[in-house]
């Protein structure tokens, strides 16, 4: 989550157990690529690094800072680095989905129905043909139940927006999303291979019936079986991925 209400309670995303703690004691949110805390003029007030917060103050925090809610510390911050965009189901019996290479698919990885991705500093939701952009919190209904979307503010660095040098968390999240793209393209038939091969190279159905001696119809069944199994909802995005896959060949 991209956000978090500290406090007594139950209501609260981080419940803390103590009589020092205020019911909604403190805010914790990721803003402008920093992890943040801001006190909710709580009744003993908030620390960093043993420090007492002005009542409804803010202040942006490092990795290792030691926090208090209520007491000058008791918990340290272990990792700084942003959120990752997940979806909580509504039923107990949903499980919460995680980003894999940076997609969110729903209602699981291996089948998914909707595809949720970041790009042109947006989050977008793909399903079948439809394309449109959506928010933190909004509800994805899938044929197996809805989730609550939670997508953390991207925030590119200044060396990006310079157009710098790619820094190497980024080639590292580039390794991992082709070697993740290969995953997926090694689950396919060869004759599906082929059709995703030929539809990223911009083919219509008819053309690649044509070119590999195949009914139409089958076509469409190959390509549509492949774009399930791989996880994408539209051409562009099996442009992307099959670009990745031939990236890491």
């Not at 039923?91 to 991705?117: F, K, W, Y």
């Amino acid at each position: 989550m991209a956000h978090f209400i500290v406090g007594r309670s139950r209501t609260c995303q981080l419940h803390v157990e103590t009589p020092e703690t205020s019911s909604e004691h403190a805010l914790l949110r990721w803003r402008s690529g920093t992890w943040e805390l801001q006190d909710l003029h709580s009744r003993n007030g908030t620390y960093v690094d043993g420090r007492l917060l002005l009542s409804g103050r803010r202040v942006g925090l490092a990795e290792g800072a030691r926090l208090g809610f209520g007491r000058p510390d008791g918990y340290v911050l272990h990792d700084a680095g942003p959120p990752e965009a997940h979806a909580i189901g509504l039923s107990p019996q949903q499980p919460t989905i995680e980003t894999r290479a940076g997609l969110l698919l729903l209602p699981d990885p291996e089948h998914p129905e909707v595809m949720v991705c970041h790009r042109d500093n947006a989050w977008w939701l793909e399903r079948d043909d439809e394309v449109h952009r959506i928010t933190d919190g909004e509800v994805v209904v899938t044929g197996a139940g809805a989730w609550r979307l939670h997508l953390p503010e991207q925030v590119s660095s200044t060396r990006d927006a310079e157009g710098g040098p790619p820094s190497l968390s980024e080639l590292q999240q580039a390794r991992i999303a082709g070697q993740e793209a290969r995953r997926r393209h090694a689950t396919l038939s060869p004759q599906e291979q082929r059709v995703c091969r030929l539809v990223a190279a911009g083919l219509l159905n008819k053309q690649i019936a044509g070119e590999m001696d195949l009914a139409e119809s089958t076509v469409q069944l190959y390509r549509s079986r492949a774009l399930k199994k791989l996880g994408v909802a539209g051409v562009a995005d099996l442009v992307r991925l099959m670009a990745r896959v031939d990236a890491d060949e």
